[in-house]
């Protein structure tokens, strides 16, 4: 969600400054750019070392009220993203929000949208482990599942901007697609990598699909260490 549908991640590393020196410490542009794509709690703990004197939950919940906020004010759409979600939607092509940001954040930016185009979310505060962790889209697929039991990874594609986030998606065995944004992607034969979603439409997935040559997905799955596919 933050960076590949909406551009949020100013408004995060801004909720960040802000709590830094509010403690009294500096936060670099550095320090930002090793939080995006993390889950909250991990980025939350590299705050506290920062200087924050709050516990993670509450560096969580004053950064997603920050964040919130701002969205409330304008929600900063990336390029190609709401085009792309509605070709989806025309075509009855599923689709499922997974994203490290917590609940009130996704509801936020999902109810901007002016249609339900996600039947399945996924956030940071439903799964036990974060990106680059594949939990998250796994959960995704068995959800996705529950309604179409004949539904297998190799049916699905994951759009990612960050690098925890394409490594969560690679290592769950879906065709991953990384459109950098903030911090730079070098290319990889486990993903595809697209410039922006500008332009792009429900025939490139396909496309990309057919034409699918990555590593074996039960391998990555070993190698980051994944649970079955059964999850809480």
């Not at 990598?193 to 332009?199: C, D, I, N, Q, V």
Request: hydrophobic share 40%; proline share 6%; net charge negative.
């Amino acid at each position: 969600m933050d960076g590949t549908i909406v551009d949020t991640e100013p408004y995060w590393i801004a909720a960040e400054h802000a709590l830094v020196e509010a403690h009294g410490g500096t936060w670099s542009h550095q320090q930002a750019m090793q939080l995006v794509g993390q889950s909250l709690t991990f980025s939350a703990g590299l705050l506290r070392q920062a200087g924050v004197d709050l516990e993670i939950r509450e560096i969580i919940d004053h950064l997603t009220a920050e964040v919130v906020a701002s969205v409330r004010k304008q929600v900063p759409w990336r390029p190609g993203a709401r085009e792309l979600l509605e070709d989806l939607h025309q075509a009855g092509v599923r689709c499922a929000l997974v994203t490290m940001s917590e609940g009130p954040l996704a509801r936020e930016v999902v109810a901007s949208l002016p249609r339900p185009y996600f039947e399945v979310i996924v956030t940071g505060d439903t799964v036990t482990q974060g990106k680059p962790h594949p939990e998250a889209y796994l959960k995704a697929v068995e959800l996705l599942q529950t309604t179409d039991p004949d539904l297998s990874r190799d049916n699905c594609v994951a759009l990612e901007d960050s690098t925890p986030g394409v490594a969560a998606a690679v290592a769950s065995g879906v065709a991953t697609v990384a459109i950098p944004h903030i911090v730079p992607l070098p290319e990889d034969e486990g993903y595809f990598l697209w410039e922006s979603l500008a332009g792009r439409s429900l025939a490139d997935l396909e496309d990309l699909l057919l034409g699918r040559s990555v590593p074996d997905a039960s391998a990555q799955l070993e190698g980051a260490g994944a649970p079955g596919t059964t999850h809480d």
